[in-house]
């Protein structure tokens, strides 16, 4: 199994960014594709996940109205808009079984497969 991110980079205070990850080895069809970050000295933090179908997203407070997840089958992105310095972290997509019809998983515990991460750097 590979999640393999990519699309960081470096942009400056109010940029945009597009993030991918691309998942194989196995059927995704049951899983829920999601991001999370991580900042220098900081603990890994979620940031959005979606559906197979792309029919149920959730998203964390700090990026709502700013990031939208969107999914193709095994493909997921994340559109990052109005970036700020304090989003300046490594994002790691992530997959997690979809266990319950109520809610989508939102803690790392949660997810078994992750990606190496892309490096999103914004500037002041």
């Known amino acids: 199994v590979q999640l393999q991110a990519s699309g960081g980079g470096l942009v400056q205070d109010g940029g945009s960014l597009r993030l991918s990850c691309a998942a194989s080895g196995r059927s995704f069809s049951s899983y829920v594709l999601g991001w999370f970050r991580q900042a220098p000295g900081e603990a890994r933090v979620f940031v959005a996940t979606?559906?197979?179908?792309?029919?149920s997203t959730y998203s964390g407070d700090s990026v709502k109205g700013r990031f939208t997840i969107s999914r193709d089958k095994d493909t997921v992105s994340l559109q990052m808009n109005s970036l700020k310095p304090e989003d300046t972290a490594v994002y790691y997509c992530?997959?997690?079984?979809?266990?319950?019809?109520?809610?989508?998983?939102?803690?790392?515990?949660?997810?078994?497969?992750w990606g190496q991460g892309t490096q999103v750097t914004v500037s002041s």
């Open positions: 979606i559906t197979w179908s792309g029919g």
């Open positions: 992530a997959a997690a079984p979809r266990r319950s019809v109520y809610g989508l998983p939102v803690t790392e515990s949660e997810y078994n497969y």
